[in-house]
C-alpha cells in the first residue's frame, strides 16, 4: 500500500502529504487544527479519540506568491488537489496564451451546428462562416477551454451600437417627457356636475395619474372616488384649461390654479377640491 492512503492523524502528516502533493510549493505555519470531542458511534457510545487532523476543517495556507488563502485540509490534498485560486487562474491564462501562440486555439461550437472547416468558425448569431483569426473573432479569456469567442466581431459590434442606438432613444423619450406642457386641468364628474381643478408641470402624466388612481380605487380624494365608483369611468371627463410652457414656475401654477379655483366657484361649481 502506498504511503499516501495511510489515514492520517496529525498536523505534521497533514503537512508532509501537502507538500508531496503541491511540490514543496506552499507555506503551513498557518495551518491549525481545532481540539475535538471523541468520536461517538451509532449507537451513542465513546468509541476512539478523535484524530488532530480534520479533513473537513478550514485551514489558512500561504501561497508565497499572492499569500493566505482558505481551503478545506481534504481539497487540499486529495489526488486532484487545489491550490491558490490565484495562481490556478494565472496558469490557465499562461495556456491559453501559449495555444494562441501555437495556433492551438479551439473554437467553441453548438451542437446543433454544421462542423465548420479546419481553421474556419461559425459566428452563432449570424451563422457565417469565417475564418478563425483575431480580425474575425475575439479571444475569449473567460472561459477556460476556449480561445475564440463564437460570435464574429461584426455582430459584437452591430450589438453594441443597437445598445447605442436605446440609449439614444432613452434620452429622447426624457427629453419629450420634459417638454410636456404644464397648465391647469379640471376633471369632471358629468352627472354629478362636480369639478376637480389641479395643476402640473407636465399635464398629460398628470391626468393619467388619476386616472389610475381612480382604477385602482386609490384615488386621494375620497369624494371624487366614490362618485367615480357609483357612476363609472365613462363619465370623468378631463380637460386642459389653461396651458402654459413646460418651464413655467411652480408659483405661477399655483397662483393660477387658485384663481381658476375660485372662478369656478363664482360660477356656482360644485368642488372636489377642499379648499382653504
Ligand atoms: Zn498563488
Ligand atoms: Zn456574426
Redesign the pocket.
Known amino acids: 500500500m502506498s504511503k499516501s492512503f495511510k489515514h492520517l492523524k496529525t498536523r505534521e502528516a497533514f503537512i508532509e502529504r501537502a507538500n508531496e502533493r503541491h511540490n514543496n510549493k506552499y507555506d503551513y505555519s498557518k495551518v491549525k487544527f481545532d481540539k475535538r470531542g471523541p468520536l461517538i458511534s451509532y449507537n451513542g457510545k465513546r468509541t476512539r479519540k478523535a484524530p488532530e487532523y480534520n479533513r473537513d476543517q478550514k485551514i489558512t495556507i500561504t ?4 499569500g493566505d488563502f482558505i481551503q478545506t485540509a481534504r481539497k487540499h490534498i486529495e489526488k486532484d488537489p487545489s ?2 485560486k ?2 490556478a487562474a494565472e496558469q490557465t491564462g499562461k495556456i491559453l496564451k501559449q495555444k494562441w501562440k501555437n495556433g492551438e486555439l479551439q473554437a467553441y461550437q453548438r451542437k446543433d451546428q454544421p462542423k465548420p472547416k479546419d481553421g474556419m468558425q461559425i459566428c452563432m448569431r449570424c451563422e457565417k462562416e469565417l475564418p478563425l483569426t483575431t480580425e474575425h473573432f475575439r479571444i475569449d479569456n473567460q472561459k477556460k477551454t476556449l480561445g475564440f469567442g463564437s460570435t464574429c466581431k461584426n455582430c459584437i459590434n452591430k450589438k453594441a451600437r443597437s445598445e447605442e442606438e436605446r440609449e439614444k432613444q432613452r434620452i429622447r423619450d426624457r427629453l419629450r417627457a420634459k417638454n410636456l406642457p404644464a397648465g391647469i386641468y379640471r376633471a369632471t364628474n358629468i352627472i354629478t356636475g362636480c369639478v376637480y381643478i389641479g395643476k402640473s408641470i407636465r399635464l398629460p402624466d398628470r391626468i393619467q395619474h388619476h386616472k389610475t388612481c381612480l382604477i385602482m380605487n386609490k384615488h386621494k380624494n375620497p369624494r371624487m372616488q366614490a362618485d367615480y365608483n357609483l357612476h363609472g369611468k365613462e363619465h370623468m371627463i378631463y380637460e386642459v384649461i389653461e396651458e402654459h410652457p413646460c418651464d413655467t414656475p411652480s408659483e405661477i401654477l399655483y397662483e393660477r390654479e387658485r384663481e381658476q379655483i375660485i372662478d369656478h366657484i363664482r360660477k356656482g361649481y360644485n368642488l372636489y377640491n377642499r379648499i382653504n
Do not use: I, N, R, T
Not at 501561497?63 to 499572492?66: F, L, R, Y
Open positions: 501561497c508565497p506568491v499572492h491550490g491558490c490565484k495562481c
